[in-house]
């Protein structure tokens, strides 16, 4: 890596290459001297590969140069291979003894080489500074700088280096930016971009020690660039590892998700196995933040197992500091103070008092989740003394939280507002610490009747978590953060519904659900299925069908599976994601406007929210808008999943228990839940007759989101009989331009499958005779052209933006307790929900005449997983689909009448009830007709309908 003397002069040529680009290096060197001939060709081929971080073919080259030199006495190229090959052990990692390197150098001395003695000092101030022996650095560099030549820049450029990242760990960082500056410009004067670069990733890290997090992810982009550019994996590792950190600072757990899966990818390919577990670390940091618990329990036990294996104590405490955060969160108190008391020993042994002082913090909180506030109360005076002694602002601020909560509880509520006001000083940039700040406040200043001062610190609180969540592009992690404050939202909602107006009411209860389908659509061209994970999805496709999913034994290795499936899900669309902040506020004018627009005044929005085992009901029609709490129990939970349950549903549609004598009221559960769901005034707006028919518009929430809306029984009818259903993922939609989809038709079916997948005979015949109904053009595509493999073709994927109407006939597989995996199962594979939301769909129609295809698999936060809304991310308008399973052509004659009211002018919404209404008057079973939902916003119509039939 070093110019060295006595080498020939293409030699020379190369090792000063290394210096300034190692990628032309190495090109030249495969050019030049591949395969070596020589001692002096195996030397410089090994600098270069070492130059480029191929550690292990630069050993190997090194080490047949050492034996050479050694066989033909050649005593200074001994010497420079002996430094080369110990240079590679500081870069893989291994154990050095420094004596080694101050036996170079006076070996050096002794050959009458002071310049190549002064060059081997940088290397043994990296050692030192391996071994974290600040002193010793600050003692080569002391020794050694003033030896070194006036043209040896870049030896001069690294050593000033290592001194500037010395400095910014010991916290002097002004000095140590001065040295970082002075390496830059040494380095400068060689153009050496890449070892610039790693001055910039220093200076970045200096940055994210002092919270300048902006800068130090501007210096961090620049300093990877250069490294990608190079193809140096080490250093993009390493920059994508402080990057992680960085993030993790600022609450961006998404990316700090995606840098750390990064660089461990990276590190692991090179066997930096310390590093390897460091990232684990800063997974499971992540994880913790976000809430999920198990995940962040796997990465710590990685950690830990790298960390005892290679002594590392200090790394060890702290992985345990974290494994115990999640076992209080998991109420596992017993174990996590056991957890804790192993913690001192590690934390002395290598003298982390940042983890005893987090110890300390995390062993009050312990104490007053157990109720225990004398000890708690304790343990949070001595963490903050420990904080105060380090002159740690961020953790005494973090103790002012937890002792204002503490007071909060014995309702002390001066004393916790000071507290939460002074550690918001701190923490105001803080998005993970500060919503629980402000969330105090708000408590403390409902508790005094400050209303107005309450409802302010609610909104801030919970505009902080909303801001978290738009970071994690993903539902499961978005869900598990929501989680993590819901009782912030439970207080909230509440202080609303005790104190704020119907408008307040509803604006509060979309936010969150505003936030997630709209954050999805933004994204959902950004990410590109990869290679791990068409592998995932090719290895779950098999545990599927051999999994028995009643059998929790069973379903272990497909957990396991399904959680390695969204891990890569996750990093991929953090890689593509587009930063958004959308606009969680309804304009309630705007939608009136266009509900007026299109129904006159014959429509109501009914929209669901779940509070305290209870629903609150917003009801907004054309001149009201009114609050209502509607009693909701488990048992009421229950019913809607018999609906859905082949076992019992079967039963409820053929009315068994009015038939068995075992009630006088006919279809009694689909009667007893529509008395709960729809209130008298909603009720009297439904049945109150009119020339038009009545469109009800529905916001479902939780359960909800399963309920065959259109079966529920209201004065003997069913409700599809007094107005056509229409399901609304959010309010916002309303005010998006209306569709204007073309007409032509893509029909997919698929009859035939794999072993041991069902043949369904009747779906070719169903899209054929679909093809006879529609008027537009059609284009249809039957088992081997509807293929994964053709339908995602390059060509294909470019004609998808054509179709107004894509119909699906096929299975399908959606349960809502493995949501992530739902696909559509075609004639030579599955089609993922990640898939689907990919397709280039434009306003079209989606039919999905398969099993569950509007089964909602519904998380925590108002984040939900099923096909119909994985079309929705996909682009669009509405999605006609199947609540529950469906058998072989038992859905025909609701989906002829169907097509046949859509292409008469009807939209999607009053189709689909036009149908219905056929089917019942033909006394069909409503299980042929009950099971179809239609979801979307827009009014999906197909205005050219009289043109196609002319």
Known sequence: MFVVSQLPALHTTLLQLARSNPLRALQLAREKIIPPTSSVDCYTLGCVLLANERVDSARTALTHALADSQTQQQPLLILHCQRALLKCDLESRQPTDIAHWQALIDAYGDHGQPEE?????????????????????????????????????????????????TLINEDAHEQGLAQLDAAIQALTLIDSQHEIAHCRMLQGWSHTLRGNYAQAQALFEQAEAVFAAYDLPLRRAMCANNRSICFLQQGEFGHTLYH??????????HERLLEVGSCDFLLGRAYLEIGHWLAAQTEFARASSIFSALNAAGRLAACYYNQARALVELEQFAAAADLLDHIPPL???????????????????????????????????????????????????????????????????????SL???????????????????????????AVGALQLAREHYASATQTVLSLRQKLLHEQLSSMLFSQAQQLFHDAGQHLLSHGSDLDVLQFMERQRTMTLRH????????????????????????????????????????SLLHAYAQQIWFQRQHTAVEFEPDATVDIAALRHELNQRHSTHWTVLLYSTHNEQLVLSTLTATSLTTSMLPWTQADA?????????????????????????????????????????????????????????????????????????????????LCEYCDVQLVPHLS????????????????????????????????????????????????????????????APATLAEWSSYGIVHVASHAFMRQDHGIAGHIVLHDGNLWLETISRLPIKQALITLSTCSGSMVDVLAGEENLSLAWSWLVAGAAGVLASMWRLYDGSTRAVLEHFYAALSSGLDAAAALGAAQRQCIAADAPPTTWGSFTYTGGALLMFTTMSDCIT
């Open 420 to 446: 939460f006001e002074t550690a918001l000083v701190t923490l105001h940039d803080k998005a993970m610490f500060s919503w629980r700040a402000l969330h105090g406040l708000a408590r403390c200043a409902e």
């Open 638 to 718: 229950a019913h809607v999943g018999q609906l859905n349950n082949p076992r019992t549903q079967w039963g409820i549609y053929q009315d068994r228990d009015f038939h068995a004598q075992r009630t006088t009221t006919r279809w009694s559960i689909l009667a007893q839940l529509a008395q709960q769901l729809l209130p008298a005034p909603v009720q009297a707006r439904l049945i109150q007759p009119s020339a038009a028919t009545h469109r009800l518009y529905i916001v479902p929430s939780g359960a909800l989101h399963t309920l065959p809306w259109a079966t529920l029984r209201l004065n003997d009818r069913w």
């Open 520 to 559: 999805a659509l933004q994204n959902r061209w950004q990410s590109r299925s990869s290679a791990e994970l068409q592998q995932l999805e090719a290895q779950l496709s098999a545990t599927l069908q051999h999994t028995n999913l009643r059998d929790p034994d069973s379903t272990a290795q497909l957990d």
């Open 260 to 269: 750390s899966h990064l660089a461990r990818q990276l590190f692991l390919a």
């Open 347 to 417: 934390a002395i042994q290598f003298n982390n008092r940042q983890t005893l002082d987090e110890t300390l913090l995390l062993k009050a909180r312990l104490q007053r989740l157990q109720g225990n506030h004398a000890a708690a109360a304790t343990a949070l005076a001595a963490a903050k003394q420990h904080f105060e002694h380090d002159n740690n602002a961020l953790g005494i601020a973090r103790c002012a939280v937890e002792h204002g909560w503490l007071l909060l509880d014995e309702q002390n509520y001066a004393a916790a507002q």
């Open 117 to 165: 003695a002064a060059r081997t000092a940088v290397h043994l101030a990296s050692a030192w500074n391996s071994a974290r022996n600040s002193p010793m650095v600050h003692a080569v560099v002391d020794a050694y700088l003033p030896r070194l030549a006036p043209t040896d820049h870049y030896e001069r450029g690294l050593l000033l280096r290592l001194h500037g990242g």
């Open 733 to 792: 939609l309303f005010t998006q331009p209306p569709a204007q989809p073309s007409s032509a038709a893509l029909l997919l079916g698929c009859s035939t499958f794999p072993d041991p997948i069902e043949d369904l005979p009747l779906a070719l015949p169903e899209i054929e005779r679909i093809a006879e109904i529609w008027p537009g053009p059609t284009t249809l595509r039957r088992n081997a052209e509807c293929s994964v493999a053709a339908l995602c």
